[in-house]
């Protein structure tokens, strides 16, 4: 297992963290197939995948920001910070890809991205390595 620390800098916000990943990758499981899991270990934070065209990031902001009502939240710690919680289970706190020769298979915009719900932040994202047999 391997721990990437990653730092935000805004509320809300999305890091492209694919260098931080493939960096791993080609250090410790170079010319290897096999699957990648990623996990972060926060309840207001999210993996995904996404076309990163200049703008496209705040466009998915402004859209998740859209997706989640106006309610009277009864959290008890921070009722203001619920919708990062629900957002963070939406978009999900995991993500699976696929390896091949120690290098990600993505598309061709494709890149790995850390959604910053309550920052800014230090978050830990674990990255375990599956190694395909055969």
Partial sequence: MHRLKIKTHNK???LDITRHVEAVLSRSHADKSGVCQLNIL???AALTTA???PG???DMLDAFEHIIPKLHYRHPHN???VPDHILS???GTSLGLLVERGSLLLGTWQRVVLVELDGP????VVL???EASG
């Fill in 89 to 91: 289970t939406l978009i």
């Fill in 42 to 44: 926060h309840t207001t």
């Fill in 121 to 124: 932040r230090e978050r830990e």
């Fill in 12 to 14: 809300r916000e999305i």
């Fill in 79 to 81: 009722p203001a910070h």
């Fill in 51 to 53: 076309d990163l065209d």
């Fill in 128 to 130: 375990g390595f599956l």
């Fill in 56 to 58: 496209t990031d705040l």
